[in-house]
């Protein structure tokens, strides 16, 4: 059979904590030679058959016609598979899901590595024809805005499932890795003046030790993360509202609007008005 959209398999070349974005993408299912990561919540969704995943040291088969979620940071790997149907793969920024504002029970469980599977069966004809959706919805011009509405609807009708009644959480849940813990302090607080020396002060670490151990992994500093995360939001907000982009600058932490300019172009080669232009629904 086949199908209009490129099938996609596992990269075993690709390296650690390589971005995604926001994506959704059909898959084929694979045995995976090594465990992915990646600083997105990601969403799979299997029309027929099986997969079973290996998350660090838990097996978690996950089964047909369920809606299936999990934090990408967390090292996850395919080590088996039922039937050879392709399935879905949809992935969200993490500081994207985090402007969500979930109720933090729900965050507290995702970041200790909860595989959230949908449960209610009545759910499964909707979640197939939502997420054939989002597959062509994608290559649209204002698709990214019906993605992210829709993506944010359906998972706050998952988050309802999870107890909300719970104390907000500290800064960090146990069970984290330093790399874990420095990768959603980042996310809950790019937005604030921040530097090396109060992300290594948060996280208990020397700022040098903090830097040192975030570069082996990420392959970029701690400040060149905190400006891509901002640049990532400024991205989406260019996007999605008609703030203009002096707001939008100083809501994503600048505090000059050449240091935003610059850094906009250096990260995704448009200035700021050009790529509202070029993408903004704003512009159809």
């Given at each position: 059979?086949?199908?209009p959209?490129?099938?996609?398999?596992?990269?075993?070349?690709?390296?650690?904590?390589?971005?995604?974005?926001?994506?959704?993408?059909?898959?084929?299912?694979?045995?995976?030679?090594?465990?992915?990561?990646?600083?997105?919540?990601?969403?799979?969704?299997?029309?027929?058959?099986?997969?079973?995943?290996?998350?660090?040291?838990?097996?978690?088969?996950?089964?047909?016609?369920?809606?299936?979620?999990?934090?990408?940071?967390?090292?996850?790997q395919?080590?088996?598979?039922?039937?050879?149907?392709?399935?879905?793969?949809?992935?969200?920024?993490l500081?994207?899901?985090?402007?969500?504002?979930?109720p933090?029970?729900f965050?507290?469980?995702?970041?200790?590595?909860?595989?959230?599977i949908?449960?209610?069966?009545?759910?499964?004809?909707?979640d197939?024809f939502?997420?054939?959706?989002?597959?062509?919805?994608?290559?649209?011009?204002?698709?990214?805005?019906?993605?992210?509405?829709?993506?944010?609807?359906?998972?706050?009708?998952?988050?309802?499932?999870?107890?909300?009644?719970?104390?907000?959480?500290?800064?960090?849940?146990?069970?984290?890795?330093?790399?874990e813990?420095?990768?959603?302090?980042?996310?809950?607080?790019?937005?604030?003046?921040?530097?090396?020396?109060?992300?290594?002060?948060?996280?208990?670490?020397?700022?040098?030790?903090a830097?040192?151990?975030?570069?082996?992994?990420?392959?970029?500093?701690?400040?060149?993360?905190?400006?891509?995360e901002?640049?990532?939001?400024?991205?989406?907000?260019?996007?999605?509202?008609?703030?203009?982009?002096?707001?939008?600058?100083?809501?994503?932490?600048?505090?000059?609007?050449?240091?935003f300019?610059?850094?906009?172009?250096?990260?995704t080669a448009?200035r700021?008005?050009?790529y509202?232009?070029?993408?903004?629904?704003?512009?159809?």
């Amino acid at each position: 059979m086949s199908y209009p959209e490129k099938l996609n398999t596992f990269n075993q070349n690709r390296e650690n904590f390589t971005p995604y974005g926001l994506t959704c993408e059909l898959w084929t299912p694979s045995l995976m030679p090594k465990p992915d990561r990646h600083n997105e919540i990601e969403l799979n969704y299997f029309p027929s058959g099986n997969i079973t995943y290996l998350f660090q040291d838990r097996k978690v088969i996950v089964p047909s016609k369920r809606l299936v979620l999990f934090w990408g940071l967390i090292p996850h790997q395919i080590i088996g598979y039922e039937g050879d149907k392709p399935y879905y793969v949809c992935t969200i920024p993490l500081t994207q899901f985090l402007l969500w504002k979930f109720p933090p029970s729900f965050i507290d469980e995702i970041f200790k590595g909860k595989v959230f599977i949908e449960t209610r069966s009545h759910f499964s004809i909707h979640d197939e024809f939502m997420i054939k959706n989002w597959l062509s919805d994608i290559k649209e011009s204002n698709g990214v805005e019906l993605i992210s509405l829709e993506m944010h609807a359906r998972l706050l009708r998952m988050s309802n499932n999870v107890s909300s009644h719970e104390k907000k959480s500290s800064s960090f849940i146990p069970g984290l890795s330093l790399i874990e813990r420095i990768v959603v302090y980042i996310s809950q607080n790019y937005s604030q003046p921040l530097n090396v020396s109060e992300i290594g002060k948060a996280v208990g670490l020397h700022p040098d030790y903090a830097n040192s151990i975030f570069k082996k992994a990420f392959g970029c500093t701690l400040y060149e993360y905190v400006i891509q995360e901002r640049i990532a939001h400024a991205q989406r907000k260019l996007v999605l509202s008609d703030l203009s982009i002096t707001e939008i600058a100083f809501d994503c932490g600048f505090n000059s609007i050449s240091r935003f300019n610059a850094a906009f172009l250096k990260l995704t080669a448009y200035r700021p008005v050009e790529y509202r232009k070029r993408y903004s629904k704003l512009n159809i």
